[in-house]
């Protein structure tokens, strides 16, 4: 054996044991150097590690043992295999939505002591899970056992809808509980940063988990760690002593998995496996960033050596540095800087930084070592931890065979590392003298990857007046492939007095000539990255400078976020309870704690399989060739399911309806065209769900191009793809163009908005089971007819022969109606062809590439208005994106919703639908009214901006009167905006907080604050085609069941359907009524639960049920006391021979187009960072006219929730294509960004409209489900108002569009920064270009 040399891991000096030492296999003892003490495990041979293969870990009450589990297995894949344990959901698969969120008690590594962690289980291997415990939302509490607390005040405080996100934010609160049991509402706050939920708008949720905090109902930690309250104190010692043992013996796939103790077995095992291919792995989170690269047959773990998982303070020659083991986990690393930190110094910046990595979930597995390694590997992937650490001038210490070096990370990034390990990372401590700050911009507030990121190192000595600086390393990410180094830049500072204007000056120019920005397909825009490269360095210098102006420190910090808060005001009658009182959803406890049951909760059949959709990769072009051959060879594929295999039609979209006028194929068959990419072309069929999915990406096609792609709506516009033309709204007499030219002013424009996708929760899914009659069917579908009538179409068999059922959908949106009969056709295919049930599960880069979502709109407009800016003509030109085909019927909604809220005797609006080379676009939650209310509210904004007046000025002369006609004909009876409005400018106190802006807004250059005010008024469609129930009581105790044919998917439906049936029939005990799921039997030729009035209508169908049933009780009541309790009248009912089930029906005929409006006024102010585009909703206050709402706690969820998919809309999601495949590049959690728990405003007040019944809504109720989504697009003006208010800095404050989404890039591009304007001290010479030459260094 040989007696290899070591580098002592304090002071690098390399060591070399004598080989007695080494023949006993360890040397222990003082680095002579630094005298440090050393261990060293002599080099055992790779042949010595055997792989691992066998697991035992705990979850919940139980010992599992997997055996010949495979390395690509995640604890996720794993829970959902168990009957027991389905409480954990899974949707991006990618750590960037927390549905999947469990805790891991271990020891930690650094503390040594027992604490818990919130983990994504769909990161986790499996394989790491050996020796750890979990806990599962079922596990801390249940129906049976009791609710554990976080599950009920959830629960209780409406925060959960859908329930999808709920055990994710269950456990997230668990964990945080478990290691700290008086947290601080900021820590709670704080801790869900990686848990998405498209539903609630985030306040239930806060509010629920705001009650653990220490400083509001302080609680012993010991009820907390009770599995139940009603659990008579076991403390879950009955868990502990009930353990059990679970043995599972899988199927060995062939790739292995090594976890070595020590360094060295690594290192040889990575040279043994060199040419076979190996991965070193630590938190293995890498895969949700990078989740299509294949794995290497061999992966070596580094979490169970020790040696990488210490840190410790050491000192050598140039002075004392923090030594960080590579498995070092980054929230480990941020403990370890903040205990070493001296208050805002470099080590507490890093930790800031670090803090604003991924989220809890990630950065507790995720390690510094892996991170940085993704950056090595992939060269834009915007590392912070490599940009901060090589501004802090942190070194590496890299092993491969018995040679350990030191490298500096510029040396490390062009360092070839196979065959490589990262052990060790030094990062010198802090200097007093220097000054340090790091920077991220992101496109969301957190949980995302940084636009731009930045660190600033410099040491400034103060001698007379001069500031020195020297010690410079100014490093950026998100510019240059990995990181760039501002060198140029800094030479040039050397000798500079940092007080001089013109040093300032002159390092502007020099990085403006060395910052290059590269552009990456989905990043923001080169230029963006460049101002902020420039504006980052700016804060920093002034942060650096003292004595800096007032008004000019507003650059330099960022905006900080209070805590959040919210108030809702509503009334209800309690003589009319349980209708109208206010009350959690009744399923709200099992959603968290995880027994709801989803689709994919339910177990497997025996003999089932997976489909996965295969999908083309170039837009409009001919399917020339289909290689499934590749795929086919894949472990666990059974058959690749082609347009062949269709026994009858081709055409997902059942025909001879109103929403689906025109055939899309299910697959596209060889031959033929495909117009996106992303279009199905067939579907592969395998064993397991992972093993469909990877033989579907396997499939190749060869496509030859059809022509250019047209992607965009000005594309579209540009190439004439014209396909529909709405009949025009036009109202008023004689021709509107007229009454324009006869306005005193004119003006025109344009404005856009772009696309949203749905972003449910639960992914598109589907189920299908062959049985004796045909199929039976469990979708995630909003539309049970659709989906019935879709299969029997694609199979050629009756309706009747499938048998359709959903008990509740994970959030839908719109984006299930119709959708969804594509994922049901396909399996229902699949199971035809394979004859077992199939499951399909799409996965989030599946489902948004294959599937259409809200339209893209361009609005052209010209406008007459007076000197007072009253309407006179208003002529709207509208063009919208309908995907490849005009299905969808997106255009009547956009012209009827036009008006918003304001009379005009003139109008003239006409859509267009355009074909772009992009799937079917489709409803999305209010659609065609939120963008077009966005667009008459930007008209309001010209129309002011052109009269110099405010826009509330003018919106309020508008707004509709009593009785007034709309343009499509409608009187309106009972309008009340003008009365809202009013109380809305009271109640947010809109005038002092307006004159608090302009002084805000004078006192600082570089933070702004915008306030906006936007009106109400939303047209509901009480239409269609009709709804049915079935409701049955029970002689035995007089329980009811009741069926309808509306689908709960978060708005509360059933809920309301139980207080409705409940205070009809006169049920006290409303648990007696359970509500079962639909069938396609009970609700036949139903209609799609949407457009906010499917708790409406089906609240209407049970009553008509109920009043049957009343009806026929007469009898059994008239022989009883009145005070006979309703299981009496049940009993009585039945010995009378009285039939118990009643049927319930609703149709209600449309009238002109709407059957009532409902109003609402909404006030937001946010707060802008000038320089980034970063912006905070500071905070938002809406008045709401619900009518007599049902159930007004849900009904305030709905507005909330709402109101947060707006936010998402105007401020944070968008859409990238690659624009030579068409292929959508923002197909994932990385890239798309609906709004996050500190993306709602900090501030968010709601109160419904008082006394105010609607004589013209079912039960006196009105829809909340959209209509305050179109209220949102306050934000995105109050931030235009913001950035006119930068603009007028500079004399720019003219009119402009501010589309939508306003990300924080297009925000900051609207601001006109310009590094001209940057300046030191007083007011600064503002777009006065440089008078100084300056010429770069050397
Ligand atoms: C949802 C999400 C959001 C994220 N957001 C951000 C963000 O905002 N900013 C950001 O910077 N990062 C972000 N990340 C990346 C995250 O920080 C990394 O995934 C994580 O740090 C990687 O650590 P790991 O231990 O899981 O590495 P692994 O996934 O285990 O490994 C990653 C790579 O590093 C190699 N490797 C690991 N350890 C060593 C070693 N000691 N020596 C040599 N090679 C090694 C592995 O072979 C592999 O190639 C995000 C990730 C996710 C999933
Ligand atoms: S499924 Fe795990 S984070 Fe989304
Ligand atoms: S309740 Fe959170 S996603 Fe539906």
């Given at each position: 054996m040989s007696t290899p040399a070591f580098s002592c891991p304090f002071c690098r000096t390399r060591l070399k044991p004598g080989s007695d030492i080494v023949a006993v296999g360890k040397y222990r003892g003082q680095c002579p150097h630094c005298s440090n003490s050393v261990s060293f495990r002599a080099k055992s041979t790779s042949n010595g590690v055997q792989p691992l293969t066998s697991v035992t870990f705990r979850v919940n009450d139980t010992s599992y043992t997997v055996e010949n589990a495979s390395p690509s297995l995640t604890l996720n894949d794993w829970l959902k295999s168990q009957p027991s344990l389905k409480g954990t959901k899974h949707m991006c698969q990618e750590g960037g939505c927390g549905a999947c969120v469990v805790a891991l008690t271990r020891n930690d590594p650094i503390t040594k002591k027992e604490t818990t962690i919130a983990v994504n289980s769909c990161l986790f291997p499996i394989l790491s899970a050996n020796s750890c415990s979990f806990q599962t939302t079922e596990g801390i509490g249940n129906s049976s056992a009791g609710f554990h607390p976080i599950q009920a005040r959830l629960a209780q405080h409406n925060g959960s809808q859908c329930g999808f996100c709920s055990p994710g934010m269950v456990m997230s609160m668990y964990s945080l509980l478990k290691n700290n049991s008086k947290p601080t509402k900021q820590e709670i706050e704080d801790q869900f940063d990686g848990n998405i939920c498209r539903c609630t708008g985030y306040r239930g949720i806060l509010d629920a988990m705001a009650t653990f905090a220490a400083d509001e109902h302080p609680i012993d930690v010991e009820d907390i760690s009770a599995c139940s309250e009603n659990c008579n104190g076991c403390n879950q010692k009955c868990a502990r002593n009930s353990l059990t043992t679970v043995k599972q013996i899988l199927t060995p796939d062939g790739s292995t998995w090594f976890a070595p103790a020590n360094v060295d077995d690594a290192l040889s095992l990575l040279q043994t496996y060199r040419s076979s291919g190996i991965a070193l792995v630590a938190g293995d989170t890498g895969k949700g960033v990078f989740k299509f690269e294949p794995s290497p047959p061999v992966r070596v773990s580094l979490m169970n050596i020790e040696a990488l998982q210490t840190v410790s303070v050491g000192e050598n020659s140039t002075g004392k540095y923090l030594t960080v083991g590579a498995a070092v986990t980054l929230s480990n690393l941020i403990d370890v800087l903040m205990e070493n930190s001296q208050s805002g110094g470099k080590f507490d910046a890093l930790a800031q930084h670090l803090l604003k990595i991924a989220n809890f979930p990630v950065r507790n597995v995720g390690t510094w070592a892996g991170n940085i390694m993704l950056s090595h590997i992939h060269d834009d992937f915007p590392s912070d931890v490599l940009t901060i650490m090589q501004a802090a001038g942190a070194s590496l210490n890299i092993v491969e065979g018995a040679e350990a070096k030191e490298y500096d990370i510029a040396e490390f990034l062009v360092t070839d590392m196979t065959s490589k390990m990262i052990v060790s990372l030094m990062i010198p401590a802090e200097d007093t003298d220097e000054k340090f700050a790091a920077y991220k911009i992101m496109p969301r507030y957190q949980n995302a990857h940084a636009y731009v990121n930045a660190g600033f190192s410099m040491k400034v000595t103060e001698s007379g007046s001069k500031l020195s600086p020297s010690g410079m390393c100014f490093v950026y990410g998100g510019i240059a492939a990995r990181t760039y180094r501002a060198t140029s830049t800094e030479k040039y500072l050397i000798g500079k007095d940092l007080k001089q204007l013109d040093t300032l000056k002159g390092a502007l120019t020099c990085l403006s000539f060395e910052i290059k920005p590269r552009s990456p397909p989905a990043s923001s825009s080169a230029d963006y990255r460049k101002s902020l490269a420039m504006s980052l360095f700016y804060k920093f210098y002034l942060s650096v400078v003292p004595g800096v102006s007032a008004r000019l420190a507003s650059a330099s910090g960022s905006i900080d976020r209070p805590l959040s808060s919210g108030i809702e005001t509503y009334s209800s009658d309690s003589s009319k309870y349980p209708l109208t009182q206010p009350m959690p959803k009744i399923t709200a406890t099992l959603q968290a704690s995880g027994e709801a049951q989803y689709l994919n909760d339910i177990p497997s059949y025996p003999n089932e399989v997976h489909g996965a959709f295969i999908l083309s990769t170039q837009a409009n072009s001919t399917l020339v060739f289909l290689d499934t051959s590749a795929a086919t060879a894949?472990?666990?594929?059974?058959?690749?399911?082609?347009?062949?295999?269709?026994?009858?039609?081709?055409?997902?979209?059942?025909?001879?309806?109103?929403?689906?006028?025109?055939?899309?194929?299910?697959?596209?068959?060889?031959?033929?065209?495909?117009?996106?990419?992303?279009?199905?072309?067939?579907?592969?069929?395998?064993?397991?769900?992972?093993?469909?999915?990877?033989?579907?990406?396997?499939?190749?096609?060869?496509?030859?191009?059809?022509?250019?792609?047209?992607?965009?709506?000005?594309?579209?516009?540009?190439?004439?793809?014209?396909?529909?033309?709405?009949?025009?709204?036009?109202?008023?007499?004689?021709?509107?163009?007229?009454?324009?030219?006869?306005?005193?002013?004119?003006i025109s424009g344009e404005i856009f908005c772009g696309p949203q996708y749905h972003f449910y929760m639960e992914t598109q899914r589907a189920l299908v089971v062959p049985v004796e009659d045909g199929y039976d069917v469990v979708s995630s579908t909003q539309y049970v007819d659709h989906c019935q009538r879709a299969i029997a179409q694609v199979l050629g068999i009756t309706e009747s022969s499938v048998n359709v059922s959903v008990k509740r959908i994970g959030g839908g949106y719109g984006g299930k109606i119709n959708n969804a009969q594509q994922i049901s056709c396909g399996a229902a295919l699949a199971a035809s062809v394979v004859k077992r049930p199939v499951r399909v599960l799409m996965d989030i880069d599946s489902n948004m590439r294959m599937l259409g979502c809200r339209p893209s709109y361009l609005s052209e407009y010209q406008i007459g208005f007076d000197d007072d800016g009253k309407l006179n003509a208003v002529i709207v030109s509208v063009s919208a994106d309908c995907g490849f085909t005009a299905n969808g019927d997106i255009l009547f909604l956009y012209d009827v919703f036009f008006d918003n809220a304001y009379y005009c005797p003139h109008w003239k609006v006409i859509s267009k639908a355009y074909k772009t080379h992009t799937p079917s676009n489709t409803a999305c939650r209010s659609p065609g009214s939120v963008p077009s209310i966005f667009a008459m509210e930007s008209i309001m904004e010209h129309v002011a901006k052109t009269l110099g007046k405010t826009p509330e000025e003018v919106r309020v002369i508008n707004l509709y009167q009593k009785g007034q006609i709309t343009p499509y004909g409608q009187q309106l009876p009972y309008c009340s905006i003008s009365s809202l409005w009013t109380q809305l400018i009271t109640s947010s106190d809109f005038q002092t907080r307006s004159a608090a802006i302009q002084t805000f807004n004078k006192e600082n250059r570089w933070k702004k604050k915008g306030l906006s005010v936007v009106p109400l008024k939303f047209g509901v469609i009480l239409s269609g085609a009709p709804f049915t129930c079935v409701i049955s009581a029970y002689a035995g105790d007089g329980s009811v069941a009741i069926s309808t044919g509306g689908i709960e998917m978060g708005q509360g439906l059933n809920t309301k359907i139980v207080q409705v049936a409940a205070s009809t029939l006169g049920v006290d005990d409303i648990s007696l009524i359970k509500i079962k799921p639909s069938y396609s039997l009970i609700g036949a030729n139903n209609s799609t639960t949407g457009g906010s009035v499917g708790s409406e209508l089906n609240c209407a169908a049970i009553l008509s049920a109920c009043q049957v049933l009343n009806d026929r009780m007469k009898a059994a009541r008239a022989k009883l006391p009145a005070t006979a309790t309703w299981p009496q009248v049940v009993e009585q009912s039945y010995k009378m021979g009285i039939n118990l089930t009643a049927e319930g029906w609703v149709d209600v005929t449309s009238r002109q187009p709407f059957s009532y409006c409902t109003y609402g006024v909404t006030c937001t102010e946010v707060e802008l960072d000038v320089l980034t585009g970063e912006h905070e909703l500071i905070r938002t206050d809406m008045l709401y006219d619900c009518g007599e709402s049902m159930n007004p706690e849900i009904d305030v969820g709905q507005a909330q929730g709402a109101f947060a998919m707006g936010i998402g809309y105007w401020l944070t999601e968008h859409f990238v294509r690659d624009p030579t495949t068409g292929t959508l590049l923002t197909s994932n959690t990385w890239e798309y960004k609906p709004p996050s728990s500190k993306d709602i405003p900090a501030d968010f007040r709601i109160a419904f409209l008082k006394d105010a019944p609607n004589p013209l809504g079912i039960l006196r109720s009105k829809a909340v489900g959209e209509p305050p989504m179109c209220m949102s697009c306050s934000c995105l003006l109050a931030l235009k108002h913001a950035i006119e208010n930068a603009r007028s800095e500079i004399q720019r404050d003219e009119h402009f569009s501010l589309n939508g989404p306003a990300t924080v890039d297009v925000v900051q591009e609207n601001c006109l920064v310009d590094p001209n304007q940057f300046s030191l001290y007083g007011s600064a010479p503002f777009a006065r270009k440089t008078e100084t030459t300056h010429l770069l260094p050397g």
């Open positions: 894949m472990p666990g594929v059974l058959r690749v399911v082609l347009p062949s295999d269709i026994p009858a039609e081709n055409n997902w979209r059942p025909k001879d309806v109103v929403v689906s006028q025109y055939a899309e194929p299910l697959f596209v068959p060889v031959g033929s065209t495909v117009e996106f990419s992303g279009q199905a072309l067939g579907m592969v069929v395998a064993d397991t769900q992972a093993h469909a999915n990877a033989a579907a990406l396997a499939v190749k096609g060869t496509y030859k191009s059809l022509g250019p792609l047209v992607l965009t709506i000005k594309e579209a516009i540009q190439a004439g793809t014209l396909l529909n033309t709405s009949t025009p709204v036009i109202s008023g007499d004689g021709d509107p163009m007229d009454a324009l030219k006869s306005s005193k002013h004119q």
